[in-house]
């Protein structure tokens, strides 16, 4: 199939891209997507029904009359919407001294002058300068849309304001003010951009500055709405995201893109495809584009050449993240906080990140950002927290290379050392978080590197260094014939940034008028988008039956409206459960037009109320098959360990090991509460060992163990070589079995988390 335009990566850079392409140039346009999940650093992950974003943390500028709130609104056909952070949304500390920003530039001014009153002059400078060299940074990206005759004089203000914006951060604090607690208050945000005073230019901290300074917004509902509103206007022209799409290449014929090669891994055999258009937009980033999907040598190499080295020179300069995830017992307003951001400092120095990095690493960190997704979010059936703290892409470098699960002991011990100094800092100023605490997930470089393909897991693109500023070559156009990029690396660090990179990239391809003719469909009011055909990805499902075989978990048959064309066992399907809320559940059976699930609605969400009220005959979409979650094919000896609905990727891997004739080869450990809980008994084939564990029952009998499935587990003896694991269930009974099975030396552990 031809399209018009294909799109590398679905951040919030592609999206809007695709989505203006779509929407205001008629044009069909394919999103490809590494990952399982759409929506790059805006996608938001789930575990037991609640909800972490893992990128977007808040917003500024997206009052109800900005600019960017009209492009949102337009892009999302009016159905995205925002909250209010607290007035005081940002609380900066530091010992014995703490600062809290509020929603108003005057009023920011004056709380400044009212704690450094011998400062006044110069904070009075300070805000004239963040507005100067806000409005420098802003002319450089618009410089690429306006009238030719116009640019010269765009070239000319610039210049003029040049050598204060291209100065660092540090540099310019040092010149203006002589307070050292003043500086580090003024730079306590530098994580907003992911660069230190030292190496970030003063250009990026102003524009960061300046977007915050009349408050801060988030999605209702999570930041995982923004790629689900925007998708409608992408699939009402025949385009369509499509998820498992690795991108290897970009094709080049006659010095031109007109294409991608593509390893497709929607299913459990991975394949190559080829995808072509005379359009292509790379919103992986500059390093991944120009280093990895194009030649590096020849002509192509020759002309992006200076691109790939300003890349190398700028990468040194690199940071990534370690982020706690936390779901609490209790809203965070029992600790007196409404849903404002803190940044938690020991001390004033923000200058020596590598001593930093360090100190995270043994569990003694200095500096970090904790907010709360479910306060911001306006969800008030669960309850988070994140905390969050710049590390040296290098930090995990002792397990790269790794598998995702399966990186051993040693790590699981190192990320234990990093979450508990997080949590400690974090308790110091939010006493009582710690006894909140149900659940904790550390994500570090390499998690950041699997999901995103950033090298090293770099927390955002082109460091925004002096040098990265000075760069007249960098934007959404490139050397290459057919090939635009978007996002961060055309636009500006942050999601408003990627955001505006994404309308770049669309304007150069609708040509000389493309910016203009997209503020003229952005400012007419949103109109929701009527009905389409589904795209490829996605199938019409009826509710053919529905069955409680416990309490709380169902068993639902659905009828497709086209056969299933491949399926793995072990993959799972995305259930449209509510408007723009999807939740991934794996497959129990899949035969032609008929697939099943197995849903536990005991977590009370919005899968739990969809499944609660389905009635026989209801209609949703349904995309599958998706996930890698499948049977390595060898003689192992198979051990497998459930508890609750996380059985359901086994049974269809249990039917196939029976058509195979080697379900002798398996084990089943499934834990449950009571007898009462004990579903397996209502589906076959099972591996006839099978042992149930039951936490909370006073007699046992034959087949029954008394314990946690991590009990029984403990008495289990093995060949680490020889024996494989397949873990699924809660996201706390995974991560323990996992933990368990590494200590006494397991290898092959596979387990499935969305």
């Known amino acids: 199939m031809m399209w018009d335009v294909i799109v590398i990566g679905s951040g919030i850079g592609g999206i809007t891209s695709a989505g203006l392409l779509a929407g205001v140039g008629g044009k069909k346009v394919l999103v490809l997507e590494k990952h399982t999940e759409p929506g790059g650093l805006t996608h938001v992950f789930r575990r037991d029904g609640a909800a972490w974003d893992v990128g977007l943390h808040y917003i500024g500028n997206v009052g109800p009359d900005s600019a960017t709130r009209r492009l949102f609104d337009w892009l999302s056909c009016g159905e995205l919407q925002w909250n209010p952070l607290p007035d005081d949304f940002d609380c900066f500390v530091y010992p014995d001294f703490q600062f809290k920003v509020p929603s108003d530039p005057a009023l920011y001014k004056k709380r400044l002058i009212t704690r450094f009153p011998d400062e006044a002059r110069a904070i009075k400078r300070y805000f004239r300068d963040i507005n100067l060299c806000a409005l420098w940074a802003t002319m450089g990206f618009v410089r690429a849309f306006v009238p030719q005759k116009i640019a010269p004089l765009i070239r000319v203000l610039q210049r003029l304001t040049s050598r204060k914006s291209l100065q660092t951060t540090q540099q310019y604090m040092e010149k203006n003010f002589r307070s050292p607690l003043l500086r580090a208050v003024l730079v306590s945000q530098w994580g907003d951009y992911g660069l230190p005073p030292a190496k970030s230019a003063f250009a990026i901290h102003a524009q960061i500055v300046k977007h915050y300074l009349n408050g801060a917004w988030y999605p209702q509902g999570g930041a995982g709405r923004i790629v689900r509103t925007f998708e409608k206007r992408l699939e009402s022209q025949g385009g369509e995201i499509r998820v498992s799409q690795e991108v290897v290449s970009i094709i080049i014929e006659n010095n031109r893109a007109v294409g991608v090669k593509v390893i497709d891994r929607r299913s459990g055999a991975a394949r190559e495809v080829i995808y072509r258009a005379p359009t292509i937009i790379s919103n992986i980033g500059v390093e991944n584009t120009f280093q990895y999907l194009l030649p590096v040598d020849g002509e192509i190499g020759s002309k992006t050449a200076s691109i790939r080295a300003l890349v190398e020179r700028l990468k040194g300069n690199a940071v990534s993240a370690v982020t706690l995830y936390l779901r609490l017992k209790a809203p965070i307003s029992t600790l007196g906080v409404q849903g404002e951001n803190y940044w938690i400092n020991t001390h004033i120095d923000h200058s020596d990140l590598g001593l930093h990095s360090e100190n995270v690493m043994k569990g003694q960190p200095s500096q970090i950002y904790v907010s709360f997704p479910s306060a911001k979010a306006g969800d008030g059936r669960f309850h988070t927290a994140e905390i969050i703290t710049f590390v040296l892409p290098d930090a995990f470098s002792a397990w790269q290379g790794t598998v995702k699960g399966q990186r051993g002991n040693g790590y699981a011990e190192q990320k234990k050392r990093v979450a508990e100094g997080l949590l400690r800092l974090a308790e110091t100023s939010l006493p009582g978080l710690t006894q909140l605490v149900s659940y904790s997930e550390l994500s570090t470089p390499l998690t950041v590197e699997h999901y995103t393909s950033h090298p090293k897991g770099g927390f955002y693109g082109l460091p925004a260094t002096p040098e990265r500023y000075s760069a007249y070559f960098l934007g959404p156009t490139t050397p290459i014939a057919g090939l635009y990029i978007s996002g961060t690396d055309a636009g500006c660090l942050g999601i408003v940034g990627a955001l ?46 529905k069955t409680q075989i416990t309490a709380t978990i169902w068993y639902l048959h659905f009828e497709l409206d086209s056969p299933l064309a491949a399926f793995e066992p072990g993959q799972f399907g995305r259930l449209r459960v509510a408007d723009y809320e999807w939740r991934d559940y794996s497959i129990a059976h899949a035969e032609g037009r008929k697939i099943q699930f197995v849903i536990d609605t005991q977590t009370g969400g919005d899968g739990s109320i969809f499944v609660n009220n389905a009635t026989i005959g209801q209609q949703t979409d349904i995309e599958l098959p998706l996930g890698h979650y499948t049977l390595v094919r060898n003689s192992n000896r198979k051990v497998f360990i459930a508890t609750g609905t996380g059985i359901a990727p086994f049974l269809p891997m249990f039917n196939q090991l029976e058509r195979e004739k080697s379900i002798h080869l398996a084990e089943l450990f499934f834990g449950c509460q009571t007898s009462a809980d004990d579903i397996t008994r209502h589906f076959s084939p099972l591996p006839p060992a099978k042992i149930v564990c039951l936490s909370r029952t006073e007699t046992v009998s034959d087949g029954v163990f008394k314990g946690r499935v991590t009990d029984a587990l403990n008495n289990l003896r093995f060949d680490p070589a020889t024996t494989d694991f397949y873990v699924c269930g809660s996201a706390a009974m995974v991560m323990d079995c996992q933990s368990l099975l590494a200590g006494k030396g397991a290898k092959n552990i596979f387990i499935e988390t969305y």
Request: glycine content about 10%; charged content about 15%; hydrophobic content about 35%.
């Open 500 to 545: 505006m990179g994404g309308v770049g990239a669309a304007s150069q391809v609708l040509g000389p008028k493309g910016y203009h003719l997209i503020q003229t469909a952005v400012k007419k009011e949103p109109q929701r988008m009527p009905a389409y055909p589904l795209p490829t990805n996605k199938k019409r499902a009826v509710l053919l039956n």
